[in-house]
């Protein structure tokens, strides 16, 4: 077991720092005196968090701390807490960790028995949901869903019968098909597109999933997706084997793969599409 008391010891910290998502007037006072107080900062990009620094007449030394060199860059900065110095560690714009890099570096710092602290601040995803006039408990964060389509509408029928309240990110490139892959999937439920969330453009697009499909081209900005989450009783358990085995049959008797479970999946009321994913990893193609 592992029992932190933050202010009730000597360690070096590891401070974990919300950065504005777009209005800088979000910058807490304590985050400006937690940066002003350590030695090193480490940032995504150094660039970015320079222009943030400087705005707040903050010196400290910056590092890059990035998706591609995450492990390298988290045992050099438990180096540095070994050396006895606290270290700040930011985003571009939100919450480190959360659809951010961060999760390296404090498992390790946790694991090496230093303090890790999170400081207050601005977070998009609880900016949307709140917003959003949707039911905000209880919520799943999902963060960004994979931009190819085959893996993002893989994960929607994952989420398809959970109960809570979803919450998505989405580059603004891929929101009309996320949306349209989204609506295909759970229906037209009620959902809520805010973006550009704390600055002059901020939008909350409301309404239904259909809706917001044909309300979300040319849109641009950074992407909060909220959408209900389901109504429905769970779906009973299936025995795919079985049907499985009755796709076969059909395929011997001279059906096509695809008619096969199409017919089968009409015959029992279940998705050919779900069916279809257990039979092409049944045949070792998924």
Do not use: W
């Amino acid at each position: 077991m592992n029992r932190q008391k933050s202010f009730e010891n000597d360690k070096p910290t590891l401070y974990l720092v919300p950065t504005p998502i777009g209005n800088l007037s979000e910058m807490s006072p304590r985050a400006i005196e937690i940066l002003k107080s350590v030695p090193v900062i480490a940032c995504e990009d150094t660039r970015t968090s320079g222009q943030l620094l400087k705005h707040f007449d903050i010196h400290a030394r910056l590092i890059a701390y990035q998706n591609f060199n995450e492990e390298s860059s988290s045992k050099g900065i438990v180096n540095l807490l070994d050396q006895g110095m606290s270290v700040a560690l930011i985003s571009d714009a939100g919450y480190p960790l959360v659809s951010d890099p961060g999760q390296t570096v404090v498992s390790l710092a946790v694991a090496s028995g230093y303090n890790v602290v999170p400081v207050s601040g601005p977070s998009a995803l609880l900016n949307g949901l709140v917003a959003s006039g949707l039911i905000v408990e209880p919520f799943l964060f999902a963060g960004f869903l994979p931009a190819g389509q085959n893996e993002r509408r893989k994960m929607l029928r994952y989420y398809r019968n959970y109960p809570m309240t979803l919450v998505f990110y989405e580059a603004p490139h891929r929101i009309e098909k996320m949306l349209t892959d989204a609506y295909e999937i759970f229906g037209d439920r009620q959902a809520c597109l805010a973006r550009e969330l704390t600055k002059m453009h901020e939008e909350f697009l409301r309404g239904t999933l259909g809706e917001l499909v044909h309300a979300c081209q040319d849109l641009r900005g950074e992407m909060v997706v909220v959408i209900a989450g389901s109504r429905e009783d769970p779906a009973p358990d299936i025995d795919y084997s079985h049907l499985l085995d009755q796709v076969q049959q059909a395929i011997a008797a001279g059906m096509s793969a695809r008619d096969a479970v199409r017919s089968i999946a009409a015959a029992n009321g279940i998705s050919k599409n779900d069916l279809y994913e257990h039979y092409l990893k049944k045949e070792g193609r998924a």
